[in-house]
């Protein structure tokens, strides 16, 4: 670094503070990153983006989203958005390898972890040395969560554990698991009964076997539970509880990790129209196209700003029908804009590239992207279940 960067400092004068990311950020930036870190050992990719997140600690800006008790910035929500937009705007790495030990692991133990747990998890998630996965799903237990079947027994000083998980992001490089599992089979409903554990994913008794997605790749895993020791200090909230615990895990969805993920894609968005002013834009049919879904895409973006606002002004107030529409519209919408590419652009963008693992996107919104998008109408619950939702707890209309 040329010089010390003091983006805390600037808390306070919003002007300031966005001048000095955007410094730091030109400084600071991997050079050229996306094309460095493509077809690189996974190994030393992770070594890539500890490297990453060790240079936004040093700036305050590891983990911009947590509270100063636990290490982070304590930055109030405008903050924490200038944060977010200067990172896209810069083109900074991803962080998604971390996705769950950042936002879902600390969301869960700030609430309900006790403080040997905090204690003894929450630094090697800051310093990228642990990565956590989520195992939550089950086969036969994704949308109807509340009936998952694996079972955690006490004896004595410890819980066993049998059981299957499937569809957990990462959980082939993870260290540690949230992980659902039920202690008791008597409840009168079938969510009473499930604990809230986390699981040493090297305890004898885990296999993780790696699933096939239709790009080649494996980005998540199924885990397979047979006899797994796992001590009760390691059980979160009390036994019996997990279903409350487990929506602190899923409540970190709503608000900026998709907020990221919105403003990347506005960023690469306008860089596809750029690009294309002599050759699709010319066609007035896709560039009437273009238009209306830059048309969505900030409507998007709007409701994303709508709901943190609301979460800043009062998290227990905030409209709980704004996250179900903004995860009923995101998906589609990926879908439509990335198969709209595909078609403007021709062969060329038809090819396969492999992504930069752990990154959410190949460089630009491109074939792995599309095939990607169809993901994010079934993570963090379907969207038939959006619907659902919308239709029995929105609007009140009779249960089907
Ligand atoms: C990219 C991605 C990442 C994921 N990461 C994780 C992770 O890290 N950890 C984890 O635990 N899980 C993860 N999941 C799993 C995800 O939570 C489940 O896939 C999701 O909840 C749906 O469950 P299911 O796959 O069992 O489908 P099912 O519940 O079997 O549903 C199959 C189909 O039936 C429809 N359906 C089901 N019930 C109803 C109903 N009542 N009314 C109308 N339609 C219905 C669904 O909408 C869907 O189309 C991930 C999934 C994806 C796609």
């Not at 309900?112 to 998890?121: I, L, W």
Request: contains cysteine; hydrophobic residues 35%.
């Amino acid at each position: 670094m040329s010089r010390t960067y003091d983006i805390l400092g600037k808390v306070g004068d919003e002007q300031a503070f966005r001048q000095e990311i955007r410094e730091w950020l030109a400084e600071c930036t991997p050079k050229n990153w996306r094309v460095k870190w493509q077809g690189v050992r996974e190994e030393d990719l992770k070594s890539e983006i500890i490297a990453w997140l060790g240079e936004r600690r040093k700036v305050g800006l590891g983990t911009p989203h947590w509270p100063k008790e636990w290490g982070g910035p304590g930055l109030p929500f405008t903050y924490q958005i200038m944060v977010y937009e200067e990172l896209s705007r810069a083109d900074a790495p991803e962080l998604d390898m971390f996705t769950i030990s950042l936002f879902h692991t600390p969301a869960t133990l700030f609430e309900h972890g006790t403080q040997e747990q905090k204690d003894r998890y929450l630094h090697g998630i800051t310093h990228g040395t642990d990565i956590w996965c989520q195992g939550f799903s089950e086969p036969g237990a994704g949308s109807d969560l509340a009936s998952l079947r694996t079972s955690a027994r006490r004896e004595g000083d410890h819980y066993v554990l049998n059981g299957q998980k499937i569809w957990s992001s990462g959980a082939m490089n993870a260290q540690y698991c949230l992980l659902l599992a039920r202690t008791d089979n008597s409840g009168k409903r079938k969510h009473d009964g499930i604990s809230y554990f986390i699981l040493d994913m090297k305890t004898p008794g885990v296999e993780v076997r790696p699933i096939r997605q239709i790009t080649g790749e494996s980005e998540f895993a199924e885990i397979f539970m047979d006899d797994v020791k796992v001590p009760v200090e390691n059980l979160i909230g009390a036994e019996g509880n997990g279903w409350n615990i487990a929506q602190s895990t899923l409540s970190t969805e709503r608000g900026l990790l998709i907020f990221g993920s919105v403003e990347r894609l506005a960023r690469s968005f306008e860089l596809d129209g750029k690009d294309a002013r002599d050759t699709w834009m010319r066609d007035v049919q896709f560039r009437r196209e273009y238009a209306a879904l830059y048309g969505e895409l900030q409507s998007v973006r709007l409701m994303i700003r709508q709901l943190l606002i609301e979460l800043e002004a009062n998290p227990d107030k905030a409209s709980p029908t704004l996250p179900t529409f903004i995860k009923l519209i995101w998906g589609p919408f990926l879908q439509r804009y990335t198969e709209f590419l595909l078609r403007a652009e021709g062969l060329e963008t038809q090819k396969w590239q492999p992504a930069i693992p752990g990154t959410s996107n190949s460089s630009r919104l491109r074939f792995n992207d599309f095939l990607k998008s169809y993901g994010w109408t079934i993570a963090g619950g379907s969207n038939e279940i959006m619907r659902n939702i919308i239709s029995e707890r929105i609007l009140g209309l009779p249960r089907g």
